[in-house]
C-alpha cells in the first residue's frame, strides 16, 4: 500500500487551479476544476 503521512490522511494540490484537498483516500483529479493534482506531504503556508 502507499505510505500515508503520521495522520494517515494525504494532501493534494491541483496543478491547475492550485485548489488544496486533504483526504485519507486517493485523490484522481481536482474536486473544484477536475484537472490534475499532485500528491503534496506538507501544506506550504499561505
Ligand atoms: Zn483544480
Redesign the pocket.
Known amino acids: 500500500m502507499a505510505a500515508t503521512t503520521n495522520n494517515g490522511r494525504r494532501t493534494y494540490e491541483?496543478v491547475?487551479?492550485r485548489?488544496r484537498t486533504t483526504t485519507d483516500e486517493f485523490l484522481g483529479e481536482?474536486p473544484?476544476?477536475g484537472?490534475r493534482v499532485r500528491n503534496i506531504a506538507v501544506p506550504r503556508q499561505q
Open positions: 491541483c491547475s487551479c485548489e481536482c473544484s476544476c484537472g
